[in-house]
């Protein structure tokens, strides 16, 4: 099994930068894929970014420039660094794990953008 907890999350005005985080409870050598989604209200769920161990990463058309995944092997945490924040990115961001045959969630941290 693997426990995730994300974090940084919050308000923030249009065009700053957030950078959100996912902690996972074991080793993230170990898991095949990491990565993030998005659900605002009212929408469907919106695959951000994934990550994979061989490094490799594949982006959403919808984010591509403004949003970065990035690993802290050390710290068996998961970056997500977003820019230029927009309204429309507000929504409860959540990061999942790829383990085994198992797809693993946090508990999801919110962003809101003000305009």
């Known amino acids: 099994q693997v426990q995730l907890v994300e974090s940084g999350g919050g308000l923030v005005q249009a065009g700053g930068s957030l950078r959100l985080s996912c902690a996972a409870s074991r080793s993230i050598f170990t898991i095949n894929t990491m990565g993030w989604y998005r659900q605002a209200p009212g929408k469907e769920r919106d695959e951000l970014v994934a990550?994979?161990?061989?490094?490799?990463?594949n982006y959403g058309d919808s984010v591509k420039g403004r949003f970065t995944i990035s690993r802290d092997n050390a710290k068996n945490t998961v970056y997500l660094q977003i820019t230029s924040l927009k309204p429309e990115d507000t929504a409860v961001y959540y990061c999942?794990?790829?383990?085994?045959?198992?797809?693993?969630w946090g508990q999801g941290t919110q962003v809101t953008v003000s305009s």
């Open positions: 999942y794990a790829r383990y085994g045959n198992y797809n693993y």
């Open positions: 990550a994979f161990t061989s490094g490799s990463t």
